[in-house]
């Protein structure tokens, strides 16, 4: 159940199970129910405007807003964690900022604010890269994160919304966790958690950056990802705490009986021992040694002893439960009230674990037993605990889960909610005691009081955090109410500064003495960031510094006040590089941005150099060098160092990016075409600027692929390699989809494919003319794919879309030839392949590459296996439909007539088949004269102005991609004279004696 701070009569209650909220905005009058498209795991109230909302859905990691109070949502951001907040009136410029914790797919967290409902991004600190899972939190005017290495964890601090810098703690102890336990007052307390269960307290200056040690070996609880410590903010004082902590070392087994609560008044500068009440001194077993300590933390979670109650509404009124002695007592608890801020403490008249309660703004309290045993009697006190009644609130004990102020601690009504039974249902009680405070206080039963803390030097000046406050409140016997509408008078005035409103600095701390401030062991100021310098000057602290929240005037503080000093000369430390970018497309600008922890800048050297064989560059002073923009014209992976150099030492920054080219365009290779059962193999040839393809080696690609089928539906991949092999089980059809992704940049290619049931591929093997070219080359590989595609295509008689060649980068150079199905009344497969392994095997096949004289013969041509990659010397088999042969069985008797016809069936078959034979020769002859004729003839292209983007060839009207190309693919250039074709004569094999020389000759057509 949520109810609006900017508004109290809205409320939401949420029912996650069903993903379904109640609305009200008349204090529960009327409620709508709204359906949500989300799990609301989480809502978050804006504090200011009524109806804004945030909605948090854990399993999906996203956030939603809604403008009207929960009816209608609209999804802010995705990858959001848990941690997200609303901004800050006051501090934040717009108040629909939502600050976040944004995770990314692969890993990193960082942090991200935007303006709601739109998300328009908030302007933040790119400097701060990543952080920690689960470390944002945004209080006040403060945002902390965490920073961790492997083994060590920092926090950064961004103040009033300015760049994060990192917190600097006093000690040389690893820290594991931060929790910031109080920001109140322009101070953070913050504990740590370091390695051996120990946590300290610090206290910041203003800016949360610098912080000193207030308390040491603090009692802490720690959970999975998280830690508590027993720390508790007095409401309605500044400035006042309680702390408990371990008098004996965390390693000794018995620590945890060491516990001793300290008091504060002005915010962790000085604690004292809380004082025994004198009813209970003589309980005390060692008197000199006696104090009361209270059950805070620790002890409710393990003990269930319910918390210290204090409210602003009755200031200086502290009910606790704890123990009187040397240490806290943890196997035992009484009830203790205070109603001067802890100065002085009485004790109630009973034992045990009660469920205290401040009503009437202190004007009554109550307890009720919170052992878990059934009870139905309730104490009651309207003296601030001088004076205490009971009454029994039923007639039936039961056992009491929880009370509560309702509705607020500014009435004299509470409710009380528990069950007889585990088994029972729940029973809600109301206990209104307007029936025993039934006047109200008039003027004769106020009296005004001031705290005044006997610890501080000057106790007779009353002063808190530099104030002496005086408030009116009721006579402890005056039993009267203060009624609702009863407004506090308080007075304020501001005391003279005393040693009371200073502590230790920043690498201080107290002397034996505990009123001095003496250099830490640890404390090496060159670790500090430069100090600001006014003509050579600047304030260097005395070891002290101010109270953040103290409001003292004037006074002696001589000793306290920083001293002017010349500026010392430090040497350069924590030098960062950052920049918005790893990734950089060539030749684009990239800033990067130079920060420095400590050490002098003004006089020290900067230089940067960018690791891409260019000169260094060099400034003097860190307001030069801060802020370099640079641009890369080659790829690679460069390492960006910075230099930082004077007299008193050095430091040095590395920063890694990557340049990577643009993706231009990408070629698409399918090398023994496409059949149904066979792994199919498609080879991705990326393209930058200017074809460059010298990325494609590089891991930085990846290549999502899809294959669609009107049948069979899409079949998806993602690769990181340029080669996929795919399988297909249906001929037909299927578009190609792929994208191309590199850190820079993207590509889009589609294209249709064509898978058959039956194809061949034929490995062709060239003489050694062949290995002058280098078939590694793409543009070398295409274009002897296109020649050899040109020429086949002729010289087989054949469609040139009935072909792909491909030249696979590998030496020797070979081409693989595939020759697909025929259309109606042409040449089988079978044909064609042994046309041209014939010609093959008889060196018949001779044809110039790109000039005249580079003519190049193939030797060789076998069947290539692509299963297995083996090579056959002959044609596949002709596949004929079976011949089936009926023999007759269980014939016993042939009669004449039977035997007759069997006789005239053979006769005629015999001439039929003969006929048949002839037929098949002169078939054969004919083919055999007309392949002689066309050997003849073989053209070269003299002049190539054109080549296919791919090296393989599926020249004309449609290739394997279903590319539409015009039927003269390879075309002459008309710019040079004798343009036409030439057309080479291959000479019929003659024997050995023939001269080699005569064996070719030109004629111009």
Known sequence: MLSSPANRTQTILTDLANGRLAVTKDSGASWVVVKLQFAPHRLLLHPVFKDLVLGYDLRRLKLYVSEDFGSTWCLLRERVTERFFWAVQGVDKEPRTVHMELQDPVGPVTYFACIAPACDPVPTDKSLGNIDFYSLIVEREYIFVQKSTDDITFLYVSYNRGPFQKAFFPTNLQALDFNVVDTTDQQVFIAIDFEGNIANLYLSDITGQYYVTSVENVVGLRYPGKFDVDLVKVKGLKGIYLVNKFETPVANDMAVMSQRTYITYNKGGHWRLLDVPPEAKHLCHEPDNCHLHLHIGLTNAFLAIPLVETIAEAPGLILAHGTTGTFLDLTTSHVFISRDAGLTWIPAPFVGNYFLTILDQGGAISAILADRVPTNTVHYSCTEGATWSTHNFTEEDIIIEGVVNEPGSTTLISSVFGHADPNAGWSLFKLDYSSVLTWQCGDEDFEMWSPAPVAQNDASTGCIMGEHLVYERRKMMAECYYGAD????????????????????????????????????????????????????????????????????????????PVLTPCPLLPPRGLKISSPRTCVQLGTNVTFHLTQESGSEKETVYTWNFGDGTDPVTYTGLQRAAMVTRSFNAKGRFNITVTAVNSKGSAEAVFTINAEIEIYSVLVEIPWGVRTGIPSYFNVTVLGTDNDTSFAQENTLHFVWEF???????????????????????????ILTLNVYNSVSSVFYTQSVVVYEEIT?????????????????????????????????????????????????????????????????????????????????????????????????????????????????????????????????????????????????????????????????????????????????????????????????????????????????????????????????????????????????????
């Open 486 to 561: 009863y407004y506090r008078p308080k007075s304020q005035q501001n005391c003279t500064c005393g040693p009371e409103d200073f502590e230790c600095d920043f690498g201080y701390k107290l002397a034996p003495d505990g009123t001095s401030c003496v250099p830490s062991d640890w404390f090496n100021p060159d670790f500090l960031p430069a100090p600001v310098c006014t003509d050579g000057r600047y304030n260097k602290s005395s070891g002290y510094r101010r109270v953040t929240s103290s409001s003292c005037e004037r006074g002696d503080v001589t000793l306290y006040l």
């Open 761 to 1005: 591929t034929v490995r062709i093997h060239f003489s050694d003319e062949i290995h002058y070219y280098d078939s590694e080359s793409l543009n070398i590989r295409q274009a002897l794919a296109e020649i050899l595609c040109h020429n086949l295509a002729q010289i087989l008689g054949i469609r040139r879309t009935r072909i792909i060649m491909s030249v696979p980068p590998m030496h020797p150079a070979v081409g693989d030839l595939t020759v697909l199905p025929p259309y109606p009344k042409e040449d089988t497969t079978y044909m064609v392949v042994k046309n041209l392994i014939d010609q093959a095997q008889h060196k018949y096949l001779s044809f110039p590459l790109f000039t005249r004289d580079d003519v190049v013969t193939i030797m060789d041509a076998r069947i290539l296996d692509l299963r297995t990659g083996s090579e056959s010397p002959t044609a596949p088999p002709i596949t004929a439909p079976p011949i089936t042969i009926t023999v007759p069985v269980n014939v016993t008797m042939v009669t004449m007539q039977q035997e007759r016809h069997s006789l005239l069936a053979v006769y005629i078959s015999i001439p039929v088949c003969c006929i048949m034979v002839a037929i098949a020769v002169s078939v054969k002859i004919y083919y055999k004269k007309k392949l002689k004729s066309q050997r003849k003839y073989y053209p070269i292209v003299r002049h190539r102005a054109r080549v296919h983007h791919d090296s393989t060839c599926s020249c004309g009207e449609e290739d394997i991609l279903g590319m539409e190309e015009p039927e003269d693919t390879i075309i002459p250039d008309s710019g040079y004279p004798g343009n036409e074709p030439t057309l080479m004569i291959l000479n019929e094999p003659v024997t050995s004696q023939t001269p080699t020389n005569n064996r070719l000759s030109a004629l111009r057509c």
């Open 708 to 734: 669609k089928n009107k049948l069979t539906g899409s079949i998806r991949q993602l690769t990181w390699q340029n080669v996929i092999q795919q399988e297909f089980k249906q001929p037909g059809e299927y």
